[in-house]
Nanobody, 124 residues
């Protein structure tokens, strides 16, 4: 199993970024997926999740309306479109595979594979 994130960078407040996560080594279309972030000096926090077939999407309250999660099962790729970025969105963003059952929103222990992360920095 391999998850490789890309698309991070440095942007000004109000800017946008699109993160991608290329998956390989497993049947991507069979798993719910999530984005998790970790800010400097803080623990990881769940950001957003999507069902295996894109039938449901879920967001942390602070990003709802600004971030959009999506996936392309034909390309084995997960995305996170981030708009109206704020300094508090600064973090290392990881994609993670959900190993649980049902809605892919749970404790971080229910994610069995993680990527290496891509850095998002929002600053003026």
């Amino acid at each position: 199993v391999q998850l490789v994130e890309s698309g991070g960078g440095m942007v000004q407040p109000g800017g946008s970024l699109r993160l991608s996560c290329a998956a390989s080594g497993f049947t991507f279309s069979s798993y719910g997926m999530s984005w998790v972030r970790q800010a400097p000096g803080k623990g990881p926090e769940w950001v957003s999740a999507i069902n295996s077939d894109s039938s449901g999407t879920y967001y942390k309250d602070s990003v709802a309306g600004r971030f959009t999660i999506s996936r392309d099962n034909a390309k084995n790729t997960l995305y996170l479109q981030m708009n109206s970025l704020k300094p508090e969105d600064t973090a290392l963003y990881y994609c993670a595979r959900f190993s649980g059952v049902g809605v892919p929103v749970g404790s971080l222990g229910e994610y069995d594979y993680w990527g290496q992360g891509t850095q998002v920095s929002v600053s003026s």
